[in-house]
């Protein structure tokens, strides 16, 4: 079965860091791409990040572009969210998913499987 645990979240002020990760267990990462994706209350899933190893493709939201980088671990199964100059709007639930490969852009259209989230808190 797969299986995804998001963790790493917690309160930080506004312009620090978090380091989010994403373990993966019953499949490895040529099966899926994972993407990163942030749900505010009263708000739709906004995708943050998308990153495919079966055709090397990463792709970020605007609102994460040159402020987040996303990055694996294949010996561990585990996929980073580093997020750097935090603001109050990137509060939210971040979850990770797997996601069809090979869907680039529109890879918020074909998430497939998530699990439990974690809190990011962005104080002012």
């Known amino acids: 079965d797969v299986q995804l645990q998001a963790s790493g979240g917690g309160l930080v002020q506004a312009g620090g860091s978090l380091r989010l990760s994403c373990a993966a267990a019953?499949?490895?990462?040529?099966?899926?791409?994972i993407a990163w994706f942030r749900q505010a209350p009263g708000k739709e899933r906004e995708g943050v990040s998308y990153?495919?190893?079966?055709?090397?493709?990463?792709i970020y939201g605007d609102s994460a572009m040159g402020r987040f980088t996303v990055s694996n671990d294949k010996p561990k199964n585990t996929v980073y969210l580093q997020m750097n100059n935090l603001r109050p709007e990137d509060t939210a639930v971040y979850y990770c998913?797997?996601?069809?490969?090979?869907?680039?852009?529109?890879?918020?259209?074909?998430?497939?499987?998530w699990g439990i989230g974690t809190q990011v808190t962005v104080s002012n």
């Open positions: 998913a797997t996601v069809e490969k090979n869907v680039g852009s529109r890879y918020m259209e074909f998430i497939r499987h």
């Open positions: 990153i495919s190893e079966s055709d090397g493709t990463i």
């Open positions: 019953g499949f490895n990462f040529y099966d899926w791409a």
